[in-house]
C-alpha cells in the first residue's frame, strides 16, 4: 500500500557527505519511518528512525555524523550524512511502518560507497 523510492546514494570520499532521500506514495501515513543498510556479507543493519510526531533514534555507530529529518506535507524522510568513513559503505533501504506493528515497506536501495 506503500511505495518508497530512495535517492541521493554515490560515491564519495572519507570524510565526505552525502543526503539520502525517501519518498513514499500512497494514500496511508507511516507512523514510523527510518533506514536500514547493509554491506556485503553482513547481515542488515538498522541506522536511524522517525517517527511522525519527530522522535528519533540512531545506532551507536552513526550518532553524531548522520541526522534523520521528515516532512511530511511531503512525504519525505532524509538521511543526512557527514563525516562519512570506508566502513559506512553499504547499500541503504528505506523502511515504513504504517501500522505500528512493524515493518510493511521497502525501498529497493541506494548504494553509498565512501573511498579511503
Known amino acids: 500500500q506503500v511505495q518508497l523510492v530512495e535517492s541521493g546514494g554515490g560515491l564519495v570520499q572519507s570524510g565526505g557527505s552525502l543526503r539520502l532521500s525517501c519518498v513514499a506514495s500512497g494514500t496511508a501515513s507511516s507512523i514510523e519511518m527510518g533506514w536500514y543498510r547493509q554491506a556485503p556479507g553482513m547481515q542488515r543493519e538498522l541506522v536511524a528512525t522517525?517517527?511522525?510526531?519527530?522522535?528519533?533514534n540512531y545506532a551507536d555507530s552513526v550518532a553524531g555524523r548522520f541526522t534523520i529529518s521528515r516532512d511530511s506535507a511531503k512525504n519525505t524522510v532524509y538521511l543526512q550524512m557527514n563525516s562519512l568513513k570506508p566502513e559506512d559503505t553499504a547499500v541503504y533501504y528505506c523502511?515504513?511502518?504504517?501500522?505500528?506493528?512493524?515493518?510493511?515497506?521497502w525501498g529497493k536501495g541506494t548504494l553509498v560507497t565512501v573511498s579511503s
Open positions: 523502511y515504513a511502518d504504517s501500522t505500528g506493528y512493524g515493518i510493511d515497506s
Open positions: 522517525v517517527t511522525d510526531y519527530g522522535r528519533t
